[in-house]
């Protein structure tokens, strides 16, 4: 198992034409990838983002926000993943549940953290002039919070790209289960192939992401946005 | 199926050999991978942080590899490295590093300007001042640094499965292939989150010891325990620093 005889095999299975388009091949492992993270990422947002706004809005719930996210880092999501899979789902919906649980926090912290950070002259400019709760979040702090909540969605969504492939583990599809095929057949270059695959397609994610981000900030408030992302 | 539950004491006691292997395997990979990447990242970081081009090209360098999913540097380690622990170790050092690396920067620019000037105004060179006034202002950075790199590390441990060196993590997924066995997933997960309760309490300890300045601020203590020290001195009194970012890129 030498190093360059490894790299040689992985080059070769990159360029065989059959490893993409084969069903079960790369094509298809990330179409699975993708939907397995959309629908996650979807999850956690139908949750977490309404959840983290209100709280924000009400000034409530900070130490629960803060304890969600500090667990949540030590909890390893292989053992999610596993123990959603005993309970009798499959490896692919086990995946798109932890990876929403573990993308909730993320989006909780930037929605409360961006509604909470509104400028309070702001907001009581907008009960000054009469407008109720509901308004002041909706016109008022949801637009002060856009710059700390589509990073909050990038990181979400990143993280929920990189956790999908654990879904392998647990006999799952997704592009993770180009590694674990080859661990489990001891082709290693397909390992390495696989590895450099889904390193690729987070980093591309993220890329997509940040230009998305720069356009959904509205621009009066990129220069600070800018200034948070440069700390 | 019949005698399939989620913790079972039978069990522990039973294998309560395996189970003190890998959390000993587990503890000295985390330690080690954090030990490792401290002894790196805080000195890179005080060479770096008084040069701004520098410090950002070293933090941007850092955000574009923390993007890498832990899965995937193990699988592309991996070959390269010979299966078992080393990639495994390699991996942990190259995120805990960035974590720590990051951290410190923060702390290091958030050093009041003024303290800077008095100490060079009183004649320290640029060696004593990085020891004597930036390291120090520094410290509860650093440490809340190593605890969130600690805590991440204890976890990302269990991927290590993928390329067979998992510590706990072997546990979780031997249990997963034998027929589904609860008990030993569930109890190889408390023991990983035990194991981070308590590297994470030691540390912070150890920082309140090694920071008896703090100890009279208010918020002192808790202000080291979360994302970024830097903003949260701002933001104080509302006792909700939450950093923005769950695992440290963006924001």
Redesign the interface.
Known sequence: MTGDGVLAQALRYLNDPLSWTAPGGILDLTGQHLVMSVLAALLAAAVALPLGAWLGHAGRGAAVVVALSNTSRALPTLAVILLLATAGLFGDTATVLAAALFAVPVLLVGAYEGVRGADPAARDAARGLGMPGGRVLWQVELPLAVPLLAAGVRTAVVQVVATVPLAALAGGGGLGHVIAFGMGTQRYGQVLAGGLLVAALCLVVDGLLALAQRFAVPRPLRARAAATAAR | MPG?PWFSLEWVRANADVLATRSWQHLLLTLEAVAIAAAVAVPLALLVGRRRRAA?AVVGTAS?LY??????????????L??GRTPVLVGLVVYALLVILRQTL?GL?SVDPAALDAARGLGYGPAQVTLRVQLPAALPAVVSGLR?AT??T???V??G????Y?GL?QL??E??RNN???AE??T??LA??LM??VL?TLLWAAGRAATPWLRGRADGGRRA??G?P??ASVRAG???D??????G???
Do not use: K
């Not at chain 2, 499965?161 to 067979?164: D, E, H, L, Q, T």
């Not at chain 2, 939450?242 to 695992?247: K, Q, Y």
């Open positions: 399939n950002g574009v993007t890498v999913p832990s899965l995937a540097l193990f699988a592309v380690l991996a070959p390269l010979g299966i923060a620019q969130l805590v991440t204890v976890a990302l269990t991927v499965v993928v390329v067979g998992g993590g979780m997924f249990g997963f589904f066995h609860r997933i569930t190889a997960t990983c989150l981070a309760l994470d325990g979360h970024q830097a903003r509302t006792g909700t939450l950093g923005a970012d769950g695992r890129e963006a924001a």
